[in-house]
């Protein structure tokens, strides 16, 4: 367990590392001009005054601008890990030490899991903010006392927008969900380019291993396994995609990635990564197929895409070879390395994505935020359901992103403007 506080309410592994996590957290808000100047236009007014925030997000610097945005627009805070390895501990005691109520440290169980996000519902929140749809779905489920003070709530990645879609199908969600997730300036950039990078980042830190000359097995060429096979490519790999999708199967293809199934590319990858959303991706009958010293890792949301206990099962020996890298030896003798118990590698072995692109991210979110709270008590109210967050929250990120980037682009001409809603002149 953590150490805790019971007056300053929270719970993190040491309270000593806040001054580490400071300094972090103000390299996050150097790169993070957008956030920051949406703190800066709002600070004053404080719109979020009176309200109780909930947050079920990863504890990392770029989430730590966030959390003190939404303080110092007037909101009372409350925040877990959402993700047992991804909380970075001096970030957590940082915001402990700011004041922040934060319960999350690395390495908690399923049980130390659940009892943080119990902590942040104790706040009574009115809006949620969650990355993967537990805390929402918790407080569906467990906590349902707490539910009628929600006006809303706010969600982060593809897994979680797929679950409360899925609640919403079965008549199970009761409040409005800001799909953040769906968001253009999110998922056309967190998880092409944050994703991308990042990803490599943990494989690298787990492994030290060389890209060039491998082959790298991307499962999912979606959002996140196109930029993860870009980035990948871009280090040297020769790079293999499987997809279920005949769509995204054919655009890797055209793209110049070989495709084919996971059978197949078991035989001949060298490092494997899962991006799917899916589970048993990966499971002990392809690792039983694979190469000796095949690397086996997740970006996807949650740990179900590369089957490990299946692995472990077939395996007589497991041990730690690096941090976040566990190799498993098979009866045969052979070896594959397992990287972050199959957890969000670029999360669980790294830092997670850079600021710049959380930026965009945490933009919308603190924007959503924003239109939940002003539509509170009024009769805009939303009813429950996902809600995309439109075209004018996209278009304001990305010019913000450019003018802080100090990039101009072109104006239509009101002549550009009629011709492109006209229909008379052809050939
Ligand atoms: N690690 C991170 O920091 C991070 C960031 C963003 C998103 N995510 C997560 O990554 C996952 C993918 O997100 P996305 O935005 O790319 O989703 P997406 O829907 O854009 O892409 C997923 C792709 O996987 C394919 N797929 C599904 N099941 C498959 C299977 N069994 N085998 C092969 N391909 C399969 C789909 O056809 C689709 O093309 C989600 O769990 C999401 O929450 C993680």
């Excluded at 020769?238 to 005949?246: I, K, L, Q, Y």
């Amino acid at each position: 367990m953590g150490t805790e506080n019971e007056t300053a309410n929270y719970k993190v592994k040491d309270i000593a590392l806040a001054k580490e996590g400071r300094l972090k957290i103000e390299w996050a808000e150097r790169h993070m001009p957008v956030l920051m100047s949406l703190r800066a236009k709002y600070k004053q007014k404080k719109p979020l005054k009176n309200l109780r925030i909930g947050g079920c997000l990863h504890v990392t610097k770029e989430t730590a601008v966030l959390v003190e945005t939404l303080r110092d627009l007037g909101a009372k805070v409350a925040w877990s890990g959402c993700n047992p390895l991804s909380t970075q501990d001096d970030i957590a005691a940082a915001l402990a030490a700011g004041g922040i109520s934060v319960y999350a440290w690395r390495g908690v169980s399923k049980e130390e899991y659940y009892w943080c996000i119990d902590r942040v519902i104790d706040l009574k929140p009115n809006i949620t903010v969650d990355d993967g749809a537990d805390l929402v779905f918790y407080l569906h489920e467990k906590r349902q006392e707490h539910m009628a003070s929600v006006i809303g709530g706010c969600e982060e990645t593809t897994t979680g927008i797929v679950r409360l879609k899925a609640m919403e199908r079965a008549g199970l969600l009761k409040y409005p969900m800001m799909s953040v997730a769906e968001a253009k300036t999110k998922a056309d950039f967190d998880n092409i380019w944050g994703t991308g990078q990042s990803t490599m980042d943990g494989i690298l830190r787990s492994t030290n291993i060389m890209f060039a000359g491998k082959t790298i097995v991307v499962a999912g060429y979606g959002h996140v396994g196109s930029g993860i096979a870009a980035r990948a490519r871009g280090l040297g790999g020769n790079v293999v995609v499987t997809e279920v999708d005949p769509l995204p199967a054919l655009t890797a293809r055209m793209e110049g990635f070989q495709v084919m199934p996971m059978k197949e590319a078991a035989k001949v990858g060298d490092i494997f990564i899962t991006a799917t959303g899916c589970t048993k991706v990966i499971t002990a009958e392809h690792a039983a197929l694979m190469k000796d010293g095949a690397i086996l890792c997740n970006s996807g949301h949650f740990n179900v895409e590369v089957d490990v206990a299946s692995i472990e099962k077939i395996s007589s020996k497991k041990r730690e070879v690096r941090p976040n890298n566990v190799e498993y030896t098979f009866r045969s003798g052979r070896k594959v390395f397992v990287l972050a118990e199959g957890r969000l590698v670029n999360l669980a072995s790294a830092e997670g994505h850079p600021s710049e692109v959380m930026d965009m991210s945490f933009a919308n979110q603190l924007l959503s935020i924003l239109s939940l709270a002003g539509r509170a008590g009024k009769k805009e109210k939303l009813d429950p359901g996902v809600y995309e967050v439109g075209w004018e929250q996209d278009a304001l990120v990305a010019r913000l992103k450019l003018e802080s980037m100090e990039i101009a682009i072109d104006k239509l001409t009101a002549e550009q403007m009629k011709y492109l809603s006209s229909y008379g002149k052809g050939t």
